[in-house]
């Protein structure tokens, strides 16, 4: 396989109907495919595709937004809003999930301030660290949501200076932050602890990520669609997938003034070290 979209959501509902067809177009296009769980329910539905598709892969989690009863609407996920009932982390049955060959890391979790709530900070952190034991324990990297809230038209760092305290004493094991859009300092601080930073098809629109992907090394980068949420240009606005996942490694290309190809072959190498160092191979 050519590439790999790392945080896809072929597991949602938006896929119900045609999911078949969507991995097929993602294999047609040598892309490998990790979904990634979000609560019990999309979680079980990722390890039946990673199953059911020799080149796709599951990640099994507790995303920090479905730890409390919420609404999310369209605007803040860029299109189709939903409703979490709130979930409790049942570190066994997921410790059961994470035991299939196939689920190549924990997550996603982390901390999601975006719609500050003092009093729910105290059950994410609780269930991150869950997260975070469960990965030391079955030996598997993590995949980290973390989101900060937005204060006056200025954006706060405090979601990514507590998941760091919190990772830098619980983590033993290698992680990935996903849809990264923190700043250059905080993308050192994570860089320091190893982790590798994703990008989504947000990167192809707008100059907010282009100081830190210049920033961060090449060996440290990962692409992923996000999929259903956030297409990149030129499928802006439509239902995102992971054939698109080329239009974000190009981009990454363009920004670091290196070739498609460049790119491309590193993010494979990074996924491969991240995911795949034990007994996979088929990447
Ligand atoms: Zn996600």
Do not use: W
């Not at 050192?188 to 990520?209: E, M, Q, V």
Request: charge should be negative; include cysteine; charged fraction near 30%.
């Amino acid at each position: 396989m050519k590439y790999i979209d790392i945080h896809a959501h072929v597991n949602f509902a938006a896929f119900r109907d045609d999911y078949a067809d969507v991995l097929k177009r993602a294999h047609d296009a040598e892309v490998t495919v990790i979904n990634v769980g979000t609560k019990i329910g999309t979680s079980k539905r990722a390890v039946e595709l990673a199953d059911e598709f020799p080149d796709v892969y599951a990640i099994v989690g507790l995303h920090p937004i479905h730890t409390e009863a919420s609404q999310h609407d369209e605007e803040e996920i860029g299109g189709r809003g939903f409703v979490s009932r709130g979930e409790l982390f049942d570190s066994l049955e997921y410790k059961k999930l994470a035991s299939n060959k196939k689920v190549v890391a924990i997550g996603e979790c982390g901390l999601d301030y975006y719609r500050l709530n003092s009093e729910t900070k105290d059950i994410q952190k609780e269930i991150f660290i869950k997260h975070i034991r469960l990965a030391n324990d079955v030996e598997k990297p993590l995949m980290l949501h973390i989101r900060d809230a937005r204060l006056n038209d200025s954006v706060s760092n405090q979601a990514y200076e507590d998941a760091y305290e919190i990772l830098k004493r619980e983590a033993r094991v290698p992680m990935n932050v996903h849809f990264f859009a923190g700043n250059v300092a905080v993308a050192r601080k994570f860089l320091d602890l190893g982790a590798t930073l994703s990008f989504t098809g947000a990167i192809t629109y707008g100059k907010n990520y282009e100081e830190v992907l210049q920033f961060a090394p090449l060996d440290r980068l990962l692409s992923e669609t996000d999929c259903p949420f956030v297409a990149p240009h030129p499928h802006r606005g439509e239902r995102n997938e992971p054939m698109f996942i080329p239009h974000v490694v190009e981009k990454i290309g363009v920004v670091k003034s290196e070739s498609a190809e460049t790119v491309r072959t590193a993010i494979m190498e990074n996924a491969r070290r991240l995911f795949f160092s034990t007994s996979l191979s088929t990447l």
